[in-house]
């Protein structure tokens, strides 16, 4: 057995997206800050509507997948194809932009926390023209396992074990074979899971204080930065004195090229080129 151990701190940093909503982004805030299949990361969290409300108006993706984790607000998803999501606290969207799609993610709400994360993930090169789908997941239907000591552990995707008990996300069946935990730690709590050997890891802290990787060998990881973790089969947090919650995230690699231009993820810069001609055609969402 081999815990792994934090080898590389991403802080965070802020910026705005969409038309003005600021949040901090961590992986993804150069092309250089990724952990593959992990794109980008963004982090929002205010009580001002100012912040928020003016919220991601259409636009366009292809060749990858975004992950919407709802702490708290209520967003709605809306697409080209006429789908509409929406998302309240504890709530997932996990979207396949795939050969392309539309969309618009806004407020509906004038006041209040407004608080959550948009992942975006990687597609292989044989699927990222693929048709575009998502699938929203109410909070009621992520299994929440209890960790000994008071801890627990949503799974959004992958399987949670404790003592014996197991809790399966609801996300399965993908070429990238994602895990994707929020972690909730009362003050000074252990958290110790298996992770596959040979998938690229990832945690990011956004409430209290971690330490990262085994016993004599542990690392502080600060709020808001993601601690990208070393190979191994297992991963090993505690949490300082004021508790923890972190989100822990690994995939499988794809080890390919990625040429990626604003919201167009690809292989080669041909097939960008061929993104925006299709965009600017209005053909980006057609079936092949």
């Known amino acids: 057995m081999t815990t792994r151990t934090l080898t590389q701190v991403i802080d965070s940093i802020p910026t705005s997206d969409g038309a003005g909503v600021k949040l901090r982004r961590s992986l993804g805030r150069s092309q250089h800050l990724r952990v593959d299949p992990f794109l980008m990361l963004d982090e929002f969290s205010s009580e001002n509507a100012d912040d928020y409300i003016a919220g991601f108006p259409n636009h366009p993706h292809r060749g990858f997948e975004t992950v919407t984790y709802m702490l708290d607000g209520h967003m709605l998803h809306e697409d080209h194809m006429g789908n509409r999501g929406d998302l309240r606290s504890g709530d997932v969207q996990w979207m396949t932009a795939g050969r392309g799609i539309i969309h618009s993610e806004m407020p509906q709400q004038e006041s209040g926390r407004m608080r959550?994360?948009?992942?975006?993930?990687?597609?292989p090169a044989k699927e990222k023209m693929k048709p575009a789908s998502y699938r929203d997941i109410p909070a009621a239907r992520i299994p929440v396992l209890d960790l000994p000591g008071g801890g627990r552990v949503r799974a959004i995707a992958g399987t949670a074990e404790a003592e014996g008990r197991t809790a399966a996300g609801p996300i399965e069946g993908l070429a990238t074979d994602p895990l994707y935990f929020d972690v909730e730690l009362p003050a000074s709590a252990a958290f110790s899971h298996p992770v596959k050997a040979g998938h690229n890891a990832f945690l990011y802290l956004y409430?209290?204080?971690?330490?990262?990787?085994?016993?004599?060998?542990?690392?502080?990881?600060?709020?808001?930065?993601?601690?990208?973790?070393s190979d191994g089969d297992r991963v090993a947090v505690a949490a300082g004195p004021g508790g923890a919650r972190f989100i822990l995230l690994a995939a499988r690699?794809?080890?390919?090229?990625?040429?990626?231009?604003?919201?167009?993820?690809?292989?080669?810069?041909?097939?960008?080129?061929?993104?925006?001609?299709?965009?600017?055609?209005?053909?980006?969402?057609?079936?092949?």
């Open 116 to 123: 959550g994360f948009q992942l975006w993930i990687n597609l």
């Open 207 to 229: 409430e209290g204080g971690v330490e990262v990787g085994p016993d004599g060998a542990r690392r502080a990881l600060g709020r808001h930065s993601a601690g990208v973790l």
């Open 253 to 288: 690699p794809l080890r390919e090229p990625v040429v990626q231009y604003g919201p167009f993820v690809m292989n080669t810069r041909e097939e960008i080129e061929q993104a925006i001609r299709d965009y600017q055609s209005g053909t980006l969402t057609r079936a092949a």
